[in-house]
């Protein structure tokens, strides 16, 4: 913002000060998943993944009683019973929201935002500039949650709901998959389309950043969605 960048902060259909009780399953993070997957992951005995260990940036000792873990644990939100429309609702708001600010946008999105600016970029991908994605939850045909909330199985590699490919799908099982390297608890195996991939070519359009930290559950698997991007014809780094 200081080089002159107007932000908006969005409330994703579905959640926060959009959310619609009677789309939603509440979830709520017991104090053990809390502490060992976000706040305190290298207290946890035996540690869940080896990269706990790198963990020192929670403020204060990321348990009950701090400030810092209180706001983070009543933080937690319910996911929707059909996450598909879900992406949809996302989809046709956010490029609205793009054509009225009337200009390019680089998307930021974080976890379970990560989704955004797939569905976004898909349908209005001209309104896109680029996109950095903070360890988004987009496994590729894969649930790696860490047994943190709600997840699922993304069936089309981004998305729960179909994405623009070439060549065309009908269906989810029209893709071809593949399973690479072995499941170590420091690094989880991965599934990506076997070759000839289809493309998804809106999104390749849009640079990517993809960020991961070092200590984070994420580092265990979130190679696998940089192992599927460039299949899939997007630039990513």
Known sequence: M??????????????????WPQTVQAFELTILQTEFAFTAPEKANPLAY?????????????????????????????????????????????????RK?????????????GVNPTVVGDICRDMVKSTVLI?????????????????????????F???????AIQTASDLKIVTLEQDLPDNHSCMVQAEP??????????????????????VTYDHCQVYFMPQAGIDVK
């Open 2 to 19: 200081a080089e002159g960048y107007e932000a908006f902060l969005v409330d994703a259909p579905y959640y926060i000060r959009s959310l």
């Open 50 to 98: 080896p990269q706990a260990s790198l963990h020192t940036q929670w403020p204060g000792m990321g348990a009950p009683g701090g400030p810092a873990f209180e706001l983070f644990a009543d933080a937690a939100v319910g996911t929707p019973f059909n996450i598909e429309a879900q992406e949809a609702a996302v989809a046709k708001g956010g490029c609205q929201l793009l």
């Open 101 to 113: 600010i009337g200009r390019q946008a680089i998307i930021l999105a974080h976890s379970l935002g």
């Open 135 to 159: 360890e988004a939850d987009q496994t590729p045909f894969q649930n790696r949650d860490a047994g943190t909330c709600f997840g699922g199985v993304m069936p089309f590699g981004l998305t």
């Open 161 to 167: 709901g179909p994405l623009t490919c070439s060549p």
């Open 197 to 218: 991939a289809r493309k998804l070519p809106n999104l390749a359009k849009i640079p990517t950043l993809f960020i991961t930290g070092e200590a984070s559950f994420h």
